[in-house]
């Protein structure tokens, strides 16, 4: 069974920087389809940033576009969110998921770890 532990977030002021990371145990990710995701204060769960199996396709939500860059490491089973330029609204709980299907569509992410809190300051 796939288990994924977050690490790596914490409080930071604005325009600095974290990188989160995400361990997978359990399986190998190779095939797999990861995601980070995030839930804000008050709002619903968004997709932040996806990155495809084999190919290492990616995907950005728009407000993280030029900042955040999302990387994997299949022989360390990892992955990794460097976030740059952080903003207050990138305050949330960040999760890592993962999906054995279609790597662009959040709902099929069927895995999830634990999440980690991120803090911006003003």
């Known amino acids: 069974q796939l288990q994924l532990v977050e690490s790596g977030g914490g409080l930071v002021q604005a325009g600095g920087s974290l990188k989160l990371s995400c361990a997978a145990s359990g399986v190998t990710l190779d095939h797999y389809s990861l995601g980070w995701f995030r839930q804000g204060p008050g709002k619903e769960r968004e997709a932040v940033s996806l990155i495809s199996g084999l190919d290492s396709r990616t995907y950005y939500t728009e407000s993280v576009k030029g900042r955040f860059t999302i990387s994997r490491d299949n022989a360390k089973n990892m992955m990794y969110l460097r976030m740059n330029s952080l903003e207050p609204e990138d305050t949330a709980v960040y999760y890592c998921?993962?999906?054995?299907?279609?790597?662009?569509?959040?709902?099929?992410?069927?895995?999830w770890g634990q999440g980690t809190q991120v803090t911006v300051s003003a």
């Open positions: 998921a993962a999906s054995e299907r279609t790597w662009a569509d959040p709902d099929e992410y069927t895995y």
